[in-house]
């Protein structure tokens, strides 16, 4: 069993004196490359992490939902059958989960649970998303709701965007719920169609945790997602994803550089995904490297969601042994870098990488060596721990 499940379980086995019924599992996610395009009805292509948030659960008798946290080691209780309230930190989403599911006419049962998760926080590899995908997957056990993972990735969204007040789109939701082992997903924000990309053997995935952060609703995040929002206005359509550069350059001027730049970096971006889906079919290895690292540029650039400390990361990775190509992902203002590396230079990789980086800023990067996940599931406790 993994560890943190293991973990949760006896934990929960302490407080509430009896086992959990259930152990879910919603695993984090890092981008391989379309950044900002999700919530312009674009295209993206993400992976589920073995990185996860685990929840013991066992369901309560009354409407009472209570939640222990071991990472912050706070506890809170919600009673279901009260309007929910706007909280603060981790009991925010809660509340958000709770609303949104009863918005939708959910019967939900209380149930009492100890939970915790290995997904570094505000690094870009959606700890929010894995939360919400877990508290949904929990209520869905314990109330007798089937889970569809789809269905739970847009009331996930909703929760975040009309709740916590981050207008994101779908994708952390989305790869957190329906994740395969191995893949990346291919998915079309739009009409949500999915596809099933397999990594190219031979390579390896790198995250680069820059140790910089950023709280999205206090940064500029939403402030992009209106810019977007304006540019699509201008050309006339509903979402930048259905315009094109050629449309974009005949209007150019008409409209101010910084909307220009901003619209260039989704129309570009999109047309990065199609390509590296057809690399990564192609086992075309440098050209999909050079699509991120062109996606980089674009997003440090003409998006302005970079900083110095991920510039710098992927200057080093770019010159680290075996690296194909790296990028910013996530949000962005602080948080991670992904790296596509060949896999038999891992081990260099790393070393030169850990050098590098604090050399450039006096900083120790965490290095995370990631496999495709599954997305959200359901195990059952150990009998006898």
Same mark, same amino acid.
């Given at each position: 069993?993994?560890?943190?499940?293991?973990?949760?379980?006896?934990?929960?086995?302490?407080?509430?004196?009896?086992?959990?019924?259930?152990?879910?599992?919603?695993?984090?996610?890092? /981008?391989?490359?379309?950044?900002?395009?999700?919530?312009?009805?674009?295209?993206?292509?993400?992976?589920?992490?073995?990185? *996860?948030?685990?929840?013991?659960?066992?369901?309560?008798?009354?409407?009472?939902?209570?939640?222990?946290?071991?990472?912050?080691?706070?506890?809170?209780?919600?009673?279901?059958?009260?309007?929910?309230?706007?909280?603060?930190?981790?009991?925010?989403?809660?509340?958000?989960?709770?609303?949104? +599911?009863?918005?939708? /006419?959910?019967?939900?049962?209380?149930?009492?649970?100890?939970?915790?998760?290995?997904?570094?926080?505000?690094?870009?590899?959606?700890?929010?998303?894995?939360?919400?995908?877990?508290?949904?997957?929990?209520?869905?056990?314990?109330?007798?709701?089937?889970?569809?993972?789809?269905?739970?990735?847009?009331? *996930?969204?909703?929760?975040?965007?009309?709740?916590?007040?981050?207008?994101?789109?779908?994708?952390?939701?989305?790869?957190?719920?329906?994740?395969?082992?191995?893949?990346?997903?291919?998915?079309?924000?739009?009409?949500?169609?999915?596809?099933?990309?397999?990594?190219?053997?031979? +390579?390896?995935?790198?995250?680069?945790?820059?140790?910089?952060?950023?709280?999205?609703?206090?940064?500029?995040? /939403?402030?992009?997602?209106?810019?977007?929002?304006?540019?699509?206005?201008?050309?006339?359509?509903?979402?930048?994803?259905?315009?094109?550069?050629?449309?974009?350059?005949?209007?150019?001027?008409?409209?101010?550089?910084?909307?220009?730049?901003?619209?260039?970096?989704?129309?570009?971006?999109?047309?990065?995904?199609?390509?590296?889906?057809?690399?990564?079919?192609?086992?075309?290895?440098?050209?999909?490297?050079?699509?991120?690292?062109?996606?980089?540029?674009?997003?440090?650039?003409?998006?302005?969601?970079?900083?110095?400390?991920?510039?710098?990361?992927?200057?080093?990775?770019?010159?680290?042994?075996?690296?194909?190509? *790296?990028?910013?992902?996530?949000?962005?203002?602080?948080?991670?870098?992904?790296?596509?590396?060949?896999?038999?230079?891992?081990?260099?990789?790393?070393?030169?990488?850990?050098?590098?980086?604090?050399?450039?800023? /006096?900083?120790?990067?965490?290095?995370?060596?990631?496999?495709?996940?599954?997305?959200?599931?359901?195990?059952?406790?150990?009998?006898?721990?």
């Amino acid at each position: 069993m993994n560890k943190i499940a293991l973990k949760v379980q006896q934990a929960f086995e302490t407080r509430f004196g009896d086992r959990p019924t259930h152990l879910i599992k919603a695993p984090g996610r890092v /981008n391989l490359i379309g950044e900002h395009t999700d919530y312009n009805g674009g295209f993206v292509l993400p992976l589920a992490l073995e990185e *996860a948030l685990w929840i013991a659960v066992r369901p309560r008798k009354d409407q009472a939902v209570i939640l222990h946290s071991l990472d912050y080691d706070d506890s809170t209780e919600v009673n279901l059958s009260k309007p929910q309230l706007h909280l603060k930190g981790w009991h925010e989403y809660l509340s958000g989960v709770i609303w949104v +599911l009863q918005e939708e /006419n959910w019967h939900l049962t209380g149930w009492e649970g100890v939970m915790s998760g290995n997904v570094p926080q505000g690094a870009g590899l959606s700890s929010s998303a894995a939360l919400e995908i877990a508290l949904i997957r929990a209520f869905s056990e314990v109330s007798g709701i089937s889970w569809e993972p789809i269905l739970s990735a847009k009331l *996930a969204q909703r929760a975040e965007s009309e709740w916590v007040g981050v207008n994101c789109g779908i994708m952390d939701q989305l790869i957190s719920a329906c994740g395969v082992y191995g893949h990346t997903l291919f998915i079309d924000c739009r009409n949500l169609d999915i596809q099933q990309v397999p990594l190219p053997q031979g +390579l390896r995935l790198m995250i680069l945790d820059t140790k910089t952060r950023r709280g999205l609703v206090d940064s500029h995040y /939403n402030e992009r997602h209106s810019q977007c929002k304006e540019a699509s206005t201008i050309l006339g359509k509903s979402l930048l994803r259905d315009a094109t550069i050629f449309e974009l350059d005949d209007q150019s001027t008409g409209m101010e550089s910084l909307l220009y730049r901003r619209a260039k970096h989704v129309i570009t971006e999109n047309e990065r995904v199609l390509q590296a889906v057809d690399a990564m079919y192609a086992n075309d290895h440098h050209h999909l490297g050079q699509l991120m690292y062109d996606s980089h540029k674009s997003l440090r650039d003409d998006f302005e969601v970079s900083n110095s400390s991920l510039d710098a990361m992927v200057e080093c990775a770019l010159t680290a042994p075996g690296c194909l190509g *790296a990028r910013m992902t996530g949000g962005g203002f602080g948080g991670c870098v992904v790296a596509l590396i060949k896999a038999q230079k891992e081990e260099d990789f790393v070393n030169c990488i850990s050098k590098c980086y604090s050399n450039k800023t /006096n900083q120790d990067p965490q290095i995370i060596s990631c496999i495709p996940a599954d997305g959200a599931s359901r195990i059952d406790p150990l009998t006898d721990l």
